[in-house]
């Protein structure tokens, strides 16, 4: 477990250098001047000069990326030009609505999506399993933005029943910020809940047919207890690998919810950003964002080896 | 029964694939003869009616700028198509050629694409997609590099898989030791008998690539206006959702029909190619 635990670390570290040589790669790949393209070409050159500077352009390709990572690792990312603040401080005030968010949408994606795929499995061939079937197709076909517009249209505006705007931290006023939380929760967790419906009905099935299953059966054992001790648990393992993927699809969801609803998180940081040319938030925001996406894959991997020893011994 | 007869008959086994080739025809045709379908010009603007509602003139009422929304529908699935299949197409042969040589030479040089590919994946995808877009900047051909360059990595995943089950196969070290270069290897021996997971998953990709470049046209980061496009068209109506819901509905209900129509007949296909699934599901 203990050299398992640290080959994923490194390979972990590895990843992050990789995605923070692409995101210093941004911004000497953009067509022009980056000092220009951030804030226009009627500066004077002194104030041109003065930024250049400050950002470390004027180094050598090799020590300027040394230069960049060793800021941001202690916390000098720069000023964005943009948001008129430092991006250290801009990161601190949005990063943790989008990571509440996401996490949030994940957990609802993970349970429902385990719950119907048990029993579209359970159920194979009955109406259940065809109306559930059905609506996970459709909800993986569903644009995210569609879904949120049209539950805003339903319970915003025909029925006034949940607010269509804003974020509240559960801390500061709980009522309100699940009230406010609900669709866009829900919107973040439709593709994740469908896909992973259907994985856990096809692993489900699998294992189901597996002679284990038939040896339970023949020993008398209650249907429940074969469902829940015996194909749950083995159909689950494949299943787990996903939820790294889930957190990362649900925070790029973000940046689209996050528009629709108003919120200020670093989805909506992200796409401001690009309109804006503001490539230094734009850099950091990459680094952290993929960062939370790489922790949540290591403690899955953690996972993972813990409950299927056959991949420690790899 | 000849094997393309037997093909079909697998393909069509279910009623809905059939459906499906249906839709996707029915838009394939409205991309082509758009001309001929629209009942007006999708980028004049009137403005005397604007965002009006269903009118016998306007079928599905006018925009915020007076432009008719069918129409403009109907010239969107010119772009929907365009980046869907050409952004497909982009991936499949760059995220192909990065698994063939990852799986084919191992090592380092699987090493080192591997985890290229793992970090690009390691970055949510809109985020991808987003810092793409500021370096390619927007227009339709960009948007398909961006959209196709973002894909990459699933089908790099998948060739790799594949060709490491072929790899050590008698046939392949027979073409190495026939003195064939790898590059002959590769391309003549190992990726024919790696195609149809391929076209599985390019078909099954065509959807989520519809998906995400109406969700970066929503976002104002895919196609300039007033190219018509089903995202941006939402972000249009979003605005106007009191007065006027037809007008956010409908173009979002043509990406649903759409992409569905292509996530099932990609199920279809790969139900057909790979006979392990056929009665499966």
């Known amino acids: 477990m203990g050299r398992f635990l640290l080959k994923r670390l490194f390979q972990t570290v590895i990843i992050l250098i990789i995605i923070s040589l692409m995101a ?11 000092v220009y393209a951030m804030l226009g070409s009627d500066i004077t050159p002194e104030y041109h000069d003065q930024v250049y500077e400050s950002m470390g352009l004027n180094l050598p390709l090799v020590q300027q990326y040394f230069h960049w990572i060793g800021n941001f690792v202690q916390g000098k990312m720069g000023y964005s030009y943009h948001f008129k603040m430092d991006v250290l401080q801009l990161v601190q005030r949005r990063l943790p609505v989008t990571v509440i968010l996401g996490i949030s949408s994940a957990i609802l994606s993970v349970v429902l999506g385990l719950l119907f795929g048990i029993i579209t499995a359970v159920r194979r061939g009955k109406p259940i399993d065809s109306i559930l079937t059905v609506l996970a197709n459709i909800g993986i076909a569903t ?50 809940i469908a896909s992973y419906t259907r994985q856990t009905r096809s692993s489900m099935l699998e294992v189901i047919g597996q002679d284990y299953i038939r040896t339970a ?30 957190l990362r699809n649900c925070i790029g ?20 950003a690009l309109g804006n040319r503001d490539y230094i938030t734009l850099q950091s925001g990459i680094i952290f964002l993929s960062l939370i996406t790489c922790l949540c894959n290591l403690l899955v991997d953690i996972a993972y080896a813990y409950a299927d020893p056959r991949i420690r011994l790899e | 029964m000849s094997n393309t007869k037997r093909f079909f008959r697998a393909l069509f086994a279910r009623k809905i694939v059939a459906v499906a080739l249906v839709v996707i025809l029915f838009f394939f045709i409205c991309a082509v003869a758009s001309p001929l379908l629209a009942t007006h010009d999708p980028d004049r603007n009137d403005l005397y009616s604007v965002t009006k509602g269903p009118s016998k003139e306007h079928v599905l009422g006018t925009d915020q700028l007076g432009r008719d929304v069918y129409s403009r529908i109907v010239y969107g699935a010119r772009v929907a198509f365009l980046v869907g299949i050409l952004a497909v197409l982009i991936s499949a042969v760059l995220g192909s050629a990065i698994g063939l040589i990852a799986g084919y030479f191992g090592g380092w040089v699987d090493n080192v694409l591997m985890r290229i590919v793992e970090a690009m994946m390691a970055i949510p995808p809109i985020v991808l997609a987003l810092a793409l877009v500021a370096i390619f900047g927007r227009s339709v051909p960009m948007l398909i590099l961006v959209l196709g360059i973002s894909a990459i990595p699933g089908f ?48 099954q990709s065509i959807g989520g690539t519809i998906l995400s470049e109406a969700g970066l046209s929503f976002l104002g980061a895919g196609v300039l206006p007033p190219t018509s496009s089903w995202g941006a068209m939402v972000n249009d109506g979003y605005t106007y959702l009191e007065k006027c819901p037809v007008f956010a509905l409908a173009p979002g209900t043509a990406v649903i029909l759409l992409v569905l129509a292509f996530n099932i007949f990609g199920d279809g296909l790969r139900d057909a190619l790979d006979p392990r699934m056929r009665g499966r599901r």
């Open chain 1, 143 to 192: 644009p995210i933005f569609w879904l949120a517009v049209m539950l805003v249209l339903v319970f915003s505006i025909k029925l006034r029943w949940l607010p269509s705007w804003g974020f509240t931290m559960p801390w500061v006023d709980f009522g309100k910020s699940m009230k406010q939380m609900l669709m866009p929760t829900i919107c973040m967790s439709v593709g994740g």
């Open chain 2, 156 to 203: 790099a995943r998948m060739m790799r898989g594949q060709v490491l089950t072929v790899r050590d196969l008698d046939y392949v070290s027979a073409s190495r030791i026939r003195g064939n270069s790898n590059f002959v290897t590769m391309v003549k021996h190992i990726l024919p008998n790696c195609l149809s997971p391929m076209i599985i998953v390019m078909t």
């Open chain 1, 253 to 272: 969801g973000s940046a689209i919810i996050e528009r629709v609803f108003n919120i200020a998180g670093m989805g909506s940081v992200m796409v401001e």
């Open chain 1, 217 to 246: 059966r023949s020993k008398g054992l209650k249907e429940g207890r074969i469902i829940m001790g015996h194909a749950v648990k083995n159909a689950l393992i494949p299943i787990l690998t996903l939820i790294g993927m889930t």
């Open chain 1, 24 to 34: 210093f790669a941004l911004i000497h790949i953009i067509p022009g001047d980056p």
